[in-house]
């Protein structure tokens, strides 16, 4: 509790702190308050107490929920470091832009401690709502217009379905509490019970929005593609890290028993195997790198939505880790695009990149790798402990996501080829930041050191 104060305090510090004017003094702000908020997450994951005893009934923070609030953390301090770059182009809205992505971080945390269904919504919105508008924060720019528009819509409807679940099933449950709901569908009667299964049906509705799964995907390829770079990292890493989190934590503990599960379960492999076709099929004719990643993104929905079918005791990990390689590799490769500044966002922009920057080449390509799952990444380690946990409750799913692997493989070998490809006419050299290659750096030791720390787990 005491590192989720912090960040919110740092977020409010990052707001004052424009009216100097001085974009320097709020990354340091920012950088600091989470370096503490990353210290305080793995003291509390060390010792099992945090340093101010502060007690909330709607938060918990358990080793599951300290688990993903550390990589999000991580995630969020790389995102504002590379993003500095852009957001210091204007002074007067740095601490607005920083400010926003940290508070939007409180949502995501709280997201992966709640242990009511008020809190899971007060999370939902502190995380949406500062996208919404960081999406259209280029305002003379058509497409970052409707991104925010579009994504705004599309959430506000989802958030409508949600609402109405959480009524549904508060009323055939007669409790928010993610324990009250699991001691009240052990009763067969309640489990059966109609406005629970539609209220279930709902809550499911609203979270393969929030995640992106077809065919509640359509926003995502235009927001990706018109937010600025750093937002759509902090989208496609944290956003989508903190829901599957909140999805997981209250389909396996609320909704988890068998009855129910026989109940949801079919119908979201089902949408697993649409997300598998649609998000590859759409990838292979993309020429830009963002809208390329939006259907990448897509494409491992389906991969994690077998996380949450495997019930499996190890099924918490498998997601963490999963979502922390992919984390650190699409953060990488927008990195990568966002310092190879191509106005069009063209894949093309990154051909003969060995010669104009070898670090942002190496970079790329262990990221592409990571992506397509590749040995010896922390990509391929992923996708096996998550391929070889569901494979004895879901063996045909999985095979379909081999298949969709295999597919994939066309598109980010293609990607690749672009990168190493020997340009006769090479451009300018590239000149990276000290700052943006300590990002480049720390995703690179992560796309690698998880794949080798795999043994140790």
Known sequence: MDALIVIFVSGLISIFAAFAKKPSVVLLGASGGLMLAIGLWINQMVTGQSLVNINYEGLEFDPFSLMFSLALSVFSLLIISVGYERFKEEPDHTGEYIGLLLFSLCGAVIMTAFTDMFMFFLGLEILSIPIYVMAGSRKHDLRSNEASLKYFLMGAFATGLLLFGIAWVYGATESFTIEGIAAAVANPEVAGNPILLVGILLILSSFVFKVGAAPFHFWSPDVYDGAPHAVTGFMASVVKMAA??????????????????????????????????????????????????????????????????????????????????????????????????????????LRGLGKRNPLLAIVAVVSILSLAGIPPTAGFFGKYMVFSHAWNDWWWLVIIALINSAISIYYYLRMLGTVISVDETPGEKIKVSPLTTVVLLICLIGMLGLGAAVPFF
Request: net charge neutral.
């Open 244 to 349: 599957f989190a909140a999805f997981l934590k209250l389909f396996a503990g609320s909704f988890g028993s068998s009855d129910l599960r026989d109940f949801w379960a079919p119908a979201l492999a089902i949408l697993a195997v649409i997300t598998l076709f649609v998000g590859n099929l759409s990838a292979l004719r993309q020429v830009r790198l963002k809208r390329l990643l939006a259907f990448s993104s897509i494409t491992h929905v389906g991969y994690t939505l077998l996380v949450i079918l495997s019930n499996h005791g190890l099924s918490a990990f498998d997601l963490w880790f999963y979502m922390t390689a992919y984390g650190f590799s699409i953060i990488a490769i927008i990195t990568v695009g966002l310092v190879v500044n191509d106005a069009e966002d063209r894949i093309e922009a």
